[in-house]
Nanobody, 129 residues
Framework: QVRLVESGGGLVQFGGSLRLSCVTS????????VGWFRQAPGKEREGISC????????????YYADAVKGRFTISRDDTQNTVYLQMNSLKPEDTAVYYC??????????????????WGQGTQVTVSS
């Protein structure tokens, strides 16, 4: 059974940092990309970052939404079955529930949430001004 569990969210002040973790299980995680998404109150869910598989043509490819580019960094540690999202220079507009997700399409890397098949339960990030 595929499972993703996020952690690391919390309350942080403007300009602060957090590192989110997404622990995966139930599949060969290094074969598949993982994405991070977020949903703020009253807004649609948006893709913010993704990382490709650890092998093949999308090996360690990364993408970032413009809203987080230069502030967030995605990485993966397959020895720990974990994907990280380091978030720096946080702003109040980063406040949202953050989700990680993975896909059954082996070489997919991108931010189209329709391509993602398995989702975690989310972790709340709140940035105070």
């Amino acid at each position: 059974q595929v499972r993703l569990v996020e952690s690391g969210g919390g309350l942080v002040q403007f300009g602060g940092s957090l590192r989110l973790s997404c622990v995966t299980s139930g599949f060969i995680s290094e074969w598949y990309g993982v994405g991070w998404f977020r949903q703020a109150p009253g807004k649609e869910r948006e893709g913010i970052s993704c990382i490709g598989s650890s092998e093949g043509r999308t090996r360690d490819s990364t993408y970032y939404a413009d809203a987080v580019k230069g502030r967030f960094t995605i990485s993966r540690d397959d020895t720990q079955n974990t994907v990280y999202l380091q978030m720096n220079s946080l702003k109040p507009e980063d406040t949202a529930v953050y989700y990680c997700a993975t896909t059954r399409t082996r070489w997919y890397v991108g931010l189209d949430e329709n391509e993602y098949d398995y989702w975690g339960q989310g972790t709340q990030v709140t940035v105070s001004s």
